[in-house]
Nanobody, 123 residues
Framework: VQLQASGGGLVQPGGSLRLSCAAS????????MGWYRQAPGEQRELVAV??????????NYADAVKGRFTISRGDAKSTVYLQMNSLKREDTAVYYC???????????????WGKGTQVTVSS
């Protein structure tokens, strides 16, 4: 399973960015996809997650991004987007796409990670 993320970059405080992540490979089903971030010297933390199978698109957000970020899924259900509005300097981090996917022959979901994409909020 491969996760291809895109959309990071440099933006001024108050600006917006949209991250995209597409999953590909040998996948039986994707249970959930989400975004995590890691700032320098900090631990990786959950930003937002959306379920894709069985529970119909439930979302969960970190308190720090509620009301500013929106996670959504594409029609193909193997793509997720993270719309980030009203960005703050403290949102600066490397953002990682995550998928919990069931591969053929397995009964359990496994975590897969994409390469990170840098988001820098600075004037």
């Amino acid at each position: 399973v491969q996760l291809q993320a895109s959309g990071g970059g440099l933006v001024q405080p108050g600006g917006s960015l949209r991250l995209s992540c597409a999953a590909s490979g040998s996948i039986a089903s994707i249970l959930a996809m989400g975004w995590y971030r890691q700032a320098p010297g900090e631990q990786r933390e959950l930003v937002a997650v959306i379920t894709l199978e069985y529970t119909g698109g439930r979302t969960n957000y970190a308190d720090a991004v509620k009301g500013r970020f929106t996670i959504s899924r594409g029609d193909a259900k193997s793509t997720v987007y993270l719309q980030m509005n009203s960005l703050k300097r403290e949102d600066t981090a490397v953002y990682y796409c995550n998928a919990v996917a069931v591969v053929p022959g397995s009964y359990y979901g496994t975590d897969f990670w994409g390469k990170g994409t840098q988001v820098t909020v600075s004037s």
